[in-house]
């Protein structure tokens, strides 16, 4: 039977390194969309590969840079489809 040994100072102890185009995505995200989604996919796949931490990081660039996106979208496509719409109404 084995026991764990815990080190006297685990506050102390190794951590994983921090993927920093984690948080390159994350301010990108806010600078340039497209930007921001593709340093934030990429992020993902360095951290699922090496073990890294910030996952956090870049799927919260990803959720803000598709919500800009998707929102961005609607308000084009929308404005426009809802103007014609009210016009063909009078």
Known sequence: MSTAVVPRDHHLAEQAAFNSLAAIALALSFVTIIGGIVCGHVALSQIARSGERG??????ALVIGYGIAIGTALLVIGLPLGAFVL???R
């Open 55 to 60: 996952r956090w990081m870049a799927v919260l």
């Open 87 to 89: 016009h063909l109404a």
